[in-house]
Nanobody
Framework: QVQLVESGGGLVQAGSSLRLSCVLS????????MGWFRQAPGKEREFVAA????????RYADSVKGRFTISRDNTKNTIYLQMNSVTPEDTAIYYC???????????????????WGQGTQVTVSS
C-alpha cells in the first residue's frame, strides 16, 4: 500500500520561500508520476505542479510558473516543491499525489492520481 506524507508547511511572510517535501512509502517512487495540488478555503482543489517518473517534463500551473519548482529524488523516495516569492494567494493546504497511470497530458488532472497525502498547511501573511 502506497502512503504519502507531506511536510514543510507553515506560516511565512509574503515574498519568502518554503520547501515542501513528500515521502512515498510502500513502493518505489520511480513507478509513479507525482504531483502537487492545493486547496484554499472555499475553493476547489487545483493543480500546482507535476513531474514524470524520471524527473523530466515538469508542468506548472500558470499561477506558480517561474516561482515554484517541483523535483524528485527517487533514491530517497521523496518529491519536493520549492516555493519562492510566495504571496497570500498561495495560502492553501498542499497535497502530494501519486499516479501509476498518468502521462504528461493527464498529469494536471486530480482524477489521474491514485494516492494522496494528508496535506500540509501553507499560510502566507501579507
Amino acid at each position: 500500500q502506497v502512503q504519502l506524507v507531506e511536510s514543510g508547511g507553515g506560516l511565512v511572510q509574503a515574498g519568502s520561500s518554503l520547501r515542501l517535501s513528500c515521502v512515498l512509502s510502500g513502493r518505489t517512487s520511480s513507478n509513479y508520476y507525482m504531483g502537487w495540488f492545493r486547496q484554499a478555503p472555499g475553493k476547489e482543489r487545483e493543480f500546482v505542479a507535476a513531474i514524470s517518473r524520471t524527473g523530466g517534463g515538469p508542468r506548472y500551473a500558470d499561477s506558480v510558473k517561474g516561482r515554484f519548482t517541483i523535483s524528485r529524488d527517487n533514491t530517497k523516495n521523496t518529491i519536493y516543491l520549492q516555493m519562492n516569492s510566495v504571496t497570500p494567494e498561495d495560502t492553501a493546504i498542499y497535497y502530494c499525489a501519486g499516479s501509476s497511470g498518468a502521462v504528461y497530458y493527464t498529469s494536471i488532472l486530480a482524477r489521474s492520481y491514485d494516492y494522496w497525502g494528508q496535506g500540509t498547511q501553507v499560510t502566507v501573511s501579507s
